[in-house]
């Protein structure tokens, strides 16, 4: 996936991922990337990828599938439905649970009375963990974990990664809902500045080398605002192409 | 009922005779046994049990328990994970035990798997089996005819056999088909209906109607268990001259308007009838095509016949005033016939 055809599908353009049929982030599949491409009802995204997971076993294929929710997603029936038949199955099958506190502008207090959002998991007999969802490290390393027991025939796992979502729903809302102290205390923990530090402090980067990168990645993202914004539109006679296979 | 359906009667005493239940039985093993892709899935289809219409009875000693693949109770999830499995490259065909149940997986259905080629261009091949219809006495929530709803959705395909034959044919183009279909098969014709089904690969292309009886004073368009009832009734007006042409859809979607506009320019006078309810069902939108598209040639109005606006209720003097059958078919085509 490229940045250019990223912002293609945010802006509606031809050349984006879903040829301007789909919007901002949803619909960017790719199957030769290995990516299947979401609904807005997110938590259909938890059956749809436990099938990819049972199509991998039934042709002993050594492949995982893998799938993102937020805490949003922990309250509906597919959650619930999908995780049983993951574990009964033994499915090479792993899920992230992205706890970032809201569903849209609900807290997850008023979400739940089961705040272990791990342990929703693990009633239907998945392997869990709660992590840290900020420190890239430590999720690096329980995702690969989890990846590996399931490709070795271990079983589902679910992971839930405790963040904060620091913007609104979308970039209509503004999040007044949120406290500003809560906000504030987690921009200490932002991922970037944590790893950024810890780099340094490691000694594996220093902090010139760092800024020259994050510079780079400016000027790639500056260089594909530029390129994309000039793509042509979809031509509407075009419509209906590609409704059927 | 044994009935030749077309055929010719050389055709049927060379072939074999088949219910429908049992041609559908073998189009799903033929299609295993051809592909490796093909799978069933859904609830209690799995083991010596072979689902609650025992459709899938024998599979799993043939094909093993993971290609006959029993699930929980859970019909949102378990079609959402044959949209995942269908992009994996496999063939899933979905066991919904009663098509009343299919509400539960509406989801998974109408917002993924249907969008799904328009929006990024990944094929999802599966095929819901959804057992439908009533007229057996089977309550509100063993007896629908939910087929508008899935009409009236973008990127399915849906089709309604109403013979052995067709069922059979119809299925294996099903599960060919790159796109989601979904099959309502009429519980009323398991084992009521027997007729010559072709041995091998016989395949009935998902689209085109076809013509059941000819007559040129009337057509009576139908699907699924209307076609019989429509049959019975074009016999006993046929008694007092009365000749209707009867236009079996087979396929809901993509309608086949072409074969319904022919019917109604050349008769002039139409009934569509199903066991749905008749608001907003397939009907209403065979009624506003003809009158669109064939206004001039009509010589009196489209009659509409289908289910009450109501559930589908139990106790049999209900159900019966509830659906149409072929004495209110009857009734309706000689009022037409005489407008």
Redesign the interface.
Known sequence: MTPERILGNMLGKAGG???G??ANL??????DLGI??F???IP?S???????????K?RSEARV?VTFVGDGSTTA??FH??L??AA?WNAPYVLIIENNQYAYSTPLRQQTAVEDLASKAEVHGVATRTIDGNDIEGVRTAVSEAVERARSGGGPSAIETITMRMRGHAVHDGAEYVPQNLLAEWEERDPLVVFRRRLIERGDASSKELDMIDAECRAIIDGVVAEVQGWPMPDPSTLAD???? | MSENFGFSRSEVSSGRELTYLEAIAEAIAYEMERDDRVLVLGEDVGGSFGGAFKVTKGLADRFGDERVLNTPIAELSFTGMATGMALMGMRPIVEMQFADFISTAFDSIVQFAATNHYRWGAAVPWVIRAPSDGGIRSGPFHSQNPEAWFVHTPGLKVVAPSTPSDAKGLLLAAIRDDNPVIYFEAKPLYRSVRGYVPDGDHVVPIGPAVIRREGSDLTIIVYGTMVHEALEAAAALSVDGIEATVVDLRTLKPLDEEAVLEAARRTGKVIVCHAANRMLGVGAEVASLIAEEAFDHLDGPVVRLGGADTPVPFSPPLEDAYRPNAATIEAAARRLAAY
């Not at chain 1, 938890?46 to 991998?56: E, H, I, Q, R, S």
């Not at chain 1, 590609?242 to 296979?245: E, F, H, I, N």
């Open positions: 991922v879903s040829r049929r789909d949803h619909g960017m599949g790719d199957l299947i491409g609904v807005s009802h259909q938890l059956p749809t990828t436990l099938g990819a997971a049972m199509a991998f039934m599938a029936g597919a439905e999908t049983n038949m009964l590609g409704l059927y296979a």
